[in-house]
């Protein structure tokens, strides 16, 4: 089995130290193209129909933000898995710095919704109920940083964390964490549509962007850690 987050596969787009930090920002792809103001993009990772089109053909494509973010900040976004399949069984968005250690959260080959913590060596998984990765529907997600710890919540229901520790200087990475679970060739492509990305501060008094609309509400039962 082939272990290994998207960070490393992306040295020239991520590795890159670059004078911003804390750039904080709210995108909802209406322009039709990724900006490279935040962005910075690997592979071919599309914008259609005022979303962003993360269909994985390859561990390379992913969209990265220029900027790191330490401190409190929180990370609202639309999400909707379209496929899944065993060659890249896990899909979302990652939390980390440039050695590898904070977090990928995000939709499993298992049918339900994982997180992952790493410290840049090794890393460890827990999942939601089963069926929580609710294919074809819009879930909204929200990632609260506090401190060392990030919190994980889908439709304003707490679903992992607080859990930590949680690196300062970290990128945010969508999908986030590739794994190919059977070693073999590709039989199709994993593949998730997003939208509404903001990142804000959080617990710093500072105002935080009003909400946009999304495009579907998704229901989601009441989701449980579970191992």
């Keep these: 089995m082939r272990l290994y987050f998207l960070l490393f596969l992306m040295a020239t787009v991520v590795l890159v130290d670059v004078a911003v930090a804390d750039d904080y920002f709210a995108d909802n792809f209406n322009e039709g193209f ?11 990772i ?10 994985r ?16 900040y929180r990370i609202e976004l639309d999400s909707r898995l379209d496929a899944i399949v065993w060659n890249d069984m896990f899909h979302g968005i990652a939390v980390m710095n440039s050695r590898g250690a904070g977090i990928s959260f995000g939709y499993s080959m298992y049918g339900k919704l994982y997180l992952a913590l790493s410290d840049g060596t090794n890393t460890g998984y827990n999942y939601a109920a089963a069926g929580s990765n609710q ?3 819009w879930l909204h997600w929200t990632l609260i940083k506090s401190g ?15 859990i930590g520790p949680m690196p300062d200087g970290s990128r945010v990475l969508m999908p986030g964490l590739f794994q190919d679970g059977d070693g073999g060739g590709y039989v199709g492509y994993t593949n998730s549509t997003v939208d509404n990305f903001i ?29």
């Design 46 to 55: 599309t914008v259609t129909n005022g979303a962003v089109a993360l269909d």
């Design 57 to 72: 053909q390859s561990p390379g494509d992913s969209l990265a933000t220029i900027s790191t973010y330490s401190g409190d």
């Design 199 to 227: 990142i804000s501060p959080a617990n710093s008094g500072v105002p935080m962007p009003a909400p946009m609309p999304i495009k579907r509400w998704g229901q989601i039962k009441k989701l449980y850690n579970n191992q």
């Design 148 to 162: 060392s710890q990030m919190t994980v919540q889908v439709n304003g229901v707490t679903v992992f964390g607080p």
């Design 135 to 137: 294919p074809g529907t």
């Design 34 to 44: 990724i900006d490279p103001a935040h962005w910075n993009v690997g592979g071919a």
